[in-house]
C-alpha cells in the first residue's frame, strides 16, 4: 500500500518503471498464460465474493454518509449479479482471440516483398475511473488479454473494494506465471496523482478515463498524453412512423427504465407525429407509474396531459442534458429527416436507436446518424462491450481516430507494417 504523504511524482516514477518492465515481459506473453490468468481471476472473485461484498458495503456506508446521490451509489454497488458479471465477464474475455501478433492483409508488390499490418500492444494503459469497482477488473482483463500493462487509478469512494479487487488481480497473475506488476493499482487516494498520470508520456502510453462530464473536461485540459474517451451519453429513442407500438413501448421502457445511471440509458425519446397520438400516452403511463419525470415540448406535453399524466414544459437545457435520473426529454418531429438532424445537433455521439417498420428509413438512419453505436428495433442499454460480445469494455469512445463505440481488445491494439523480402533491392 503507498504511503499517502508520498511524492506524487517519485510515486508515479516507481509505478511507469514498473510498468515499463512488465509491459516487455507481458508483450511476449503466450496466449495460454494471459487465458489462465482470467481464469484464475473469475475463481478468486467467486470465492471471494463475501469478502468484495463486505468491503463493497464500507465503501457503500461511507458514501451514505457523505449523501452521494442515488444514480452515485448505483455504480458504486458491487451486488451479487456484479460481482458475477465480473467473473463472467473474465471468461468470455479468456475465449475471444488474442489480437496480439495477428497478422492482417499480406500483400505482394511488384517489387517482390511481402506487405502486411501486425497488431502490437499499445504498451502501458493509465485508466482512471470514479465509482465503478467493476472497471478495476474489466480494465485488467482487457489490458492483460491485449498484452498491455495498466496503472488504475479508482475513485476514492471505492478505495476499498478496489484495493481487494487489485489484490485479487496479482494473486491470479502470480498464479499464471506472469508479473504481478503488469497491473499496478495506484493506492493512495491524492488527486495529485491523475494530474501525474495525464502528464507522464514517458510511463504511460494511453490515458482512458471512466468517470463524469466534470472529470473528464478537466483531464482534457490539462492530458500530454493521448485519451480516448467520451464526455457523456445524451442518448436517443426514436420512434418512427410506421412502427411496431407494441415492441416501441417495451424498447422504450427498456432504454430508460431498466438502469437510470448508465451512460448508455436513454435520456431524450423522439417521437414521429405520425405514431404520437397512440405511443405517447403508452409510455407516458409507464412513465408514471414507475416515477420519471417527463420534460415534454409543446406537442408532447399536450398529449401526455391530456392522457392523464404529469408532465412539465421542457427547457432549451433539456435536450443537451444528460440526467442519469428517473427523468427524460420528449419531443414530436414531423419526419425522419427532423429526427436524424435533431439527434446530430443535441445528441453526444454516443448510442442512438430507431423504431421502425420501414427498412429504407432503418437504414437512412444508420447511415446518417453519427454516433459510435447506432441500432434499430432495440434499446440503447445495448451499448457494452459486454452485449457486444467483446468480453468487457475499457471504456466507450465517441472519438473518431483509432477507436469508437464501446473498447474491447481490438481498441487496445496498434498496427505495424510488416515487410517479407527474399534478398530484393530498392532500384
Known amino acids: 500500500m503507498a504511503d499517502e504523504n508520498l511524492d506524487p511524482a517519485l510515486y508515479m516514477k516507481r509505478l511507469g518503471q514498473d510498468a515499463r518492465k512488465a509491459s516487455r515481459e507481458l508483450a511476449r506473453a503466450?496466449?495460454?498464460?494471459?487465458?489462465?490468468?482470467?481464469?484464475?481471476?473469475?475463481?478468486?472473485?467467486?470465492?471471494?465474493?463475501?469478502?468484495i461484498r463486505s468491503e463493497n458495503e464500507k465503501d457503500l456506508e461511507a458514501a451514505r454518509s457523505e449523501n452521494y446521490p442515488a444514480a452515485f451509489l448505483d455504480r458504486l454497488a458491487a451486488t451479487p449479479a456484479v460481482i458475477a458479471r465480473m467473473a463472467e465477464s473474465l471468461e468470455q474475455t479468456a475465449r475471444l482471440p488474442d489480437p496480439v501478433g495477428s497478422v492482417e492483409e499480406l500483400r505482394p508488390q511488384?517489387?517482390?516483398?511481402?506487405?502486411?499490418?501486425?497488431?502490437?500492444?499499445?504498451?502501458?494503459?493509465?485508466?482512471?475511473?470514479?465509482?465503478?469497482?467493476?472497471?478495476?477488473?474489466?480494465?485488467?482483463?482487457?489490458?492483460l488479454k491485449s498484452g498491455n500493462c495498466a496503472i488504475l487509478r479508482g475513485g476514492s469512494e471505492s478505495i476499498r473494494t478496489n484495493r481487494l479487487l487489485a489484490r485479487l488481480v496479482s494473486e491470479a497473475l502470480q498464479k499464471a506465471g506472469l508479473p504481478a506488476l503488469a497491473v499496478q493499482y495506484v493506492e493512495t487516494t491524492d488527486r495529485a496523482m491523475v494530474d501525474q498520470m495525464i502528464t507522464s508520456p514517458q510511463w504511460i502510453d494511453v490515458i482512458i478515463p471512466r468517470g463524469g462530464k466534470g472529470l473528464i473536461s478537466r483531464l482534457m485540459g490539462k492530458a500530454r498524453v493521448p485519451m480516448i474517451k467520451h464526455l457523456n451519453g445524451i442518448c436517443h429513442t426514436y420512434v418512427d412512423s410506421p412502427c411496431d407500438l407494441e415492441l416501441a413501448v417495451r424498447v422504450t421502457d427498456n432504454a430508460k427504465t431498466q438502469r437510470y445511471s448508465p451512460c448508455n440509458a436513454t435520456e431524450t425519446l423522439l417521437v414521429h407525429e405520425k405514431s404520437a397520438v397512440e405511443f405517447l400516452p403508452r409510455i407516458a403511463r409507464i412513465f408514471h407509474d414507475k416515477g420519471v419525470e417527463m420534460r415534454c415540448d409543446e406537442a408532447s406535453l399536450s398529449l401526455v396531459q391530456n392522457a392523464g399524466y404529469a408532465a412539465i414544459e421542457a427547457t432549451p437545457e433539456d435536450w443537451d442534458t444528460e440526467y442519469n435520473a428517473p427523468v427524460i426529454s420528449i419531443a414530436v418531429v414531423r419526419s425522419l429527416s427532423e429526427a436524424i438532424d435533431f439527434i446530430n445537433e443535441h445528441g453526444s455521439h454516443h448510442t442512438d436507436a430507431i423504431i421502425t417498420s420501414s427498412h429504407e428509413a432503418a437504414e437512412r438512419f444508420l447511415r446518417e446518424v453519427d454516433s459510435a453505436s447506432v441500432m434499430v428495433n432495440t434499446s440503447t442499454r445495448f451499448a457494452d462491450g459486454f452485449e457486444y460480445g467483446l468480453g468487457a469494455e475499457i471504456g466507450i469512445s465517441t472519438d473518431k481516430l483509432h477507436a469508437r463505440g464501446p473498447v474491447g481488445l481490438e481498441g487496445l491494439t496498434s498496427q505495424k507494417y510488416i515487410v517479407l523480402g527474399h534478398g530484393e533491392l530498392r532500384a
Do not use: F, W
Request: proline residues 5%; charged residues 20%; aromatic residues 2%.
Open 30 to 51: 503466450s496466449t495460454r498464460a494471459k487465458n489462465e490468468a482470467l481464469l484464475a481471476l473469475a475463481a478468486l472473485i467467486r470465492a471471494r465474493a463475501a469478502d
Open 110 to 143: 511488384p517489387s517482390g516483398i511481402i506487405v502486411g499490418r501486425m497488431r502490437v500492444p499499445l504498451g502501458v494503459i493509465g485508466i482512471i475511473y470514479e465509482s465503478r469497482p467493476n472497471v478495476t477488473v474489466e480494465a485488467a482483463a482487457l489490458a
